[in-house]
């Protein structure tokens, strides 16, 4: 599969290098440019550097790897069509305030979505730490496997999701639509802690929307 993904910092490399060592084709863009990237052509064996329409024309699926409140900037029209992988959370402190996620009344994803109305917007890789993609990846027959949340409103972008996190090491439990992933943002139980799948499923039915776990307990 071609892989385009827009963000080329410490998570979106991580997960490049995840899908390339599963045999897909990555390309890795930024808002500077690909002449910014060349370095990574050397760091990351196989990997393609382009612009950031480049990236979005050259994923069937892209994923998408940006500081949260640099959104808007995202080139609606050509991700349209495409399944968009959204590893983006919301930092109030970095990001500044965005009052409807404060009052918890919409999601990250949720806003994403509706800046991108062609794509099939799933949540997903933004409850790990980019050192924990390569420590924590197992193959499926592995008995300490860690899961990783998912969410979307289109089940086949959801399947999709589910494939590729297999290829990448990870188990992956359904946590619902859009709607529902504010169960794994940032200071949920979800959030950035290695759980196997069952336990997964229990931090997910355990989370509360308007109740932020203290820093510390969640890593970031
Ligand atoms: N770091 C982690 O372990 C981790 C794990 C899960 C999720 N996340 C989330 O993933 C997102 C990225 O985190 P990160 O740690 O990878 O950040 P980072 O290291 O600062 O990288 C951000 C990347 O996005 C690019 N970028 C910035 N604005 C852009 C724009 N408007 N369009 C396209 N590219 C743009 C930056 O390059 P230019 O400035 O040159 O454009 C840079 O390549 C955040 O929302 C974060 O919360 C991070």
């Known amino acids: 599969m071609r892989i385009g993904i827009i963000?080329?910092?410490i998570i979106g490399q991580a997960v490049a290098q995840r899908f390339i060592a599963a045999g897909h084709e990555v390309m890795l863009s930024n808002s500077r440019g690909p002449q910014t990237l060349n370095d990574l052509l050397v760091q990351i064996p196989g990997v393609q550097v382009g612009t950031i329409e480049d990236a979005a024309?050259?994923?069937d699926v892209v994923?998408?790897?940006i500081p949260f409140n640099r959104y808007p900037t995202l080139p609606a029209e050509w991700l349209a069509g495409k399944t968009v992988l959204d590893a983006n959370n919301y930092y109030p402190d970095r990001d500044g305030p965005v009052p409807a996620l404060d009052r918890f009344e919409t999601t990250t994803s949720r806003l994403i979505a509706e800046h991108l109305p062609g794509a099939r917007v799933v949540k997903v890789f933004n409850a790990i730490l980019?050192?924990?993609l390569d420590r924590d990846a197992r193959p499926n027959t592995a008995h300490d496997r860690r899961a990783l949340p998912v969410?979307?409103?289109?089940?086949g972008a959801k399947t999709l999701a589910i494939q590729l996190l297999d290829?990448?090491?990870?188990?992956a439990v359904d946590a619902g639509n859009l709607d529902e992933s504010?169960?794994?943002e940032r200071a949920k139980p979800a959030y950035c802690i290695p759980l196997n799948k069952e336990?997964?499923?229990?931090a997910l039915a355990t989370a509360e929307r308007h109740v932020e776990l203290a820093h510390g307990s969640w890593r970031h």
């Open 182 to 184: 504010w169960r794994f």
């Open 130 to 132: 980019a050192d924990d």
């Open 57 to 59: 024309a050259f994923g």
């Open 7 to 9: 963000g080329a910092g």
């Open 167 to 171: 290829e990448v090491g990870f188990d």
């Open 151 to 155: 969410a979307a409103d289109d089940a």
């Open 199 to 202: 336990a997964l499923k229990a």
């Open 63 to 65: 994923l998408v790897a």
